[in-house]
């Protein structure tokens, strides 16, 4: 199993195919923003696999392909079927903003795509597009009911919880995703770049306890996902509100995950600098041997824990760059 030197197993590799999105989240990219990696700069599908092949022979066995937004790459399905056929992979998921999810679904569920996160910040048509920079709120429903009806399962909400712009909502959102069985995640808003800076934070501990007692939830002691989410289910088990919560009470000494941008630079930490660049090795002929010794290599950069709280300035690189 591949470790990193506090003991930390790293089963979990996010791989974002692009660093393009077709919406402008106010906490996530600039409504102006250029800084686009070339394309020729991303990994093709035949890097992609590689890298992760190598990982899955060094025990990581979760997979979640991300951006930007990956599905306005082309081919997305193909890549997801060669991925999923890779020995020791057992779990491959794609996180999305659900514009694109309705004409895909079927597509990726065929190609071994177990489940989707789907990003929806408030259900309220007139606050999505302020949020998103589009009128989207009803193609994104639309995709959730794809997704469930191509079997899509767990579909999860991530819900990016903001004062003063969509806490009001926490509750019908709630309500919503139990009615529908969906899972809801309610995510604290990170300090990266000048977005995520400039985003007000909102402490999901006062939210937990108002949503454990109205919705009369208990703590799931099951694990979902392999992700750093804390889950509360309803009394029947049919929904679950998971807190990802890395300001209030980060996870960093369980953190399990490594991420994989397109231009093949590994990151070890979202509120750390630590990288480590893949693609002179992918394009300069490197052996798997290689290969390997420089994911190992990598992992030992990871840091103990984020600088969010002590350095909320550090990072200036936004979440698009770094992938979902």
Not at 68 to 88: K, M, V
Not at 295 to 303: C, Q, S, V, Y
Request: proline share 5%.
């Amino acid at each position: 199993m591949l470790s990193d030197r506090f003991g930390r197993s790293i089963d979990y590799l996010r791989v974002s195919v692009t660093d393009r999105c077709d919406l402008r989240c106010t906490y996530c990219m600039p409504k102006d923003f250029k800084g686009y990696e070339d394309p020729p700069d991303w990994l093709t599908f035949a890097e992609i696999e590689r890298v992760v092949g190598a990982f899955a022979r060094l025990g990581t066995s979760r997979v979640r392909l991300t951006g930007g937004e990956p599905l306005t790459r082309r081919n997305i399905p193909q890549l997801a079927s060669r991925l999923s056929s890779l020995p020791g992979i057992r779990d491959l998921s794609l996180s999305t903003n659900g514009t694109r999810l309705a004409r895909h679904a079927e597509a990726l569920k065929a190609a071994g795509v177990s489940r989707v996160n789907v990003s929806l910040d408030t259900l309220d048509r007139d606050c999505m597009a302020n949020i998103t920079g589009r009128d989207c709120l009803p193609v994104v429903l639309q995709g959730l009911q794809a997704a469930r009806e191509a079997g899509l399962a767990p579909v999860k909400i991530n819900m990016v919880a903001m004062r003063g712009v969509n806490d009001a909502e926490i509750d019908a959102m709630a309500a919503f995703c139990i009615e529908q069985e969906f899972m809801l995640r309610l995510i604290e808003v990170m300090p990266m770049g000048e977005t995520g800076q400039n985003t007000s934070y909102l402490n999901l501990a006062p939210v937990q306890r108002r949503l454990a007692e109205k919705f009369n939830l208990k703590p799931q002691a099951l694990e979902l996902g392999g992700g750093p989410a804390r889950y509360w289910t309803t009394a029947d088990g049919k929904a679950s509100i998971g807190y990802i919560t890395p300001m209030s009470q980060h996870f960093c000494a369980t953190c399990n995950r490594v991420r994989l941008s397109v231009d093949g630079t590994l990151y070890l930490c979202l509120g750390q600098e630590q990288q480590y660049p893949l693609r002179p090795l992918l394009r300069g002929g490197a052996s798997d041997a290689e290969l390997e010794q420089a994911i190992r290599a990598a992992i030992e950069l990871k840091p103990q824990e984020h600088d969010f709280n002590r350095q909320p300035e550090k990072i200036i690189r936004f979440m698009s760059q770094t992938g979902g």
